[in-house]
């Protein structure tokens, strides 16, 4: 077994896996401390900005959704108008196809 013999291998192994596993800690830790650091920079006044960007957006959102709620009711009713007048083009075309096809006394 490799626990029981003895040699230097053994050790330079273990020294190469301890080297690269504190490697490995010490770069996460630098890249979690570094965000840590960039959300400390922003100020208050700078969080207040973007919050108060947010609800104007949200703001715009809603304004944007109830005039396209408006128009497609509009275009609805638009569309339903023109279906009838259609149709009642179509119901004056049968009858003065009727009234002309049909002999005069």
Not at 13 to 34: A, Q, Y
Request: glycine share 4%; charged share 20%.
């Amino acid at each position: 077994m490799i626990f029981f013999t003895n040699n230097n291998t053994k050790f330079t192994g273990l020294f190469v896996l301890v080297l690269v596993f504190s490697l490995v800690m010490i770069v996460g830790w630098v890249k979690t401390n570094s965000l840590q650091s960039t959300q400390n920079s922003l100020a208050d006044g700078e969080w207040a900005n973007i919050t108060e960007q947010s609800f104007e957006a949200w703001e715009k959102a809603q304004e944007s959704f109830e005039f396209s709620k408006t128009q497609t009711k509009n275009l609805g009713e638009e569309l339903q108008r023109e279906v009838e007048q259609q149709a009642l083009l179509e119901e004056t075309r049968e009858y003065l196809d009727n009234v002309t096809s049909t002999p005069s006394e």
